[in-house]
């Protein structure tokens, strides 16, 4: 990715997830940019939009996909499980909204 244009694209989204999406931790917001997910989750979208249109399905997809270490690594719990329903709509509204603006 060392396309200066698709290096800025991957940013603008990283920026939309990281302050939109959050996942629920015992009742506290941790947003994507916080936890530093936001960028591998750019990157995930990015290249599967690249590979043709992406629907609902397959965003939550990617969630489900990116595992997240909790316990200094002794676990992994995968993204979608920690981001609540308000977090997933949220997501959603990001994806689509970019989705838009790359047509």
């Known amino acids: 990715m060392s396309d200066p244009q ?28 916080d936890a530093h997910l936001d960028k591998i989750l750019a990157q995930r979208l990015y290249t599967q939009m690249q590979q043709g249109g992406l629907g609902q399905d397959q965003a939550l997809g990617i969630l489900r996909e990116i595992l997240v270490d909790i316990g200094g690594g002794r676990r992994q719990i995968p993204l979608l499980d920690l981001v609540p329903v308000q977090g997933q709509l949220a997501y959603i509204d990001v994806v689509e909204d970019f989705q838009k603006r790359l047509t």
């Open 6 to 33: 698709v290096t800025e694209i991957i940013a603008r989204l990283a920026a939309d997830l990281g302050d939109r999406v959050y996942m629920d931790i015992a009742r506290w917001h941790l947003y994507l940019k």
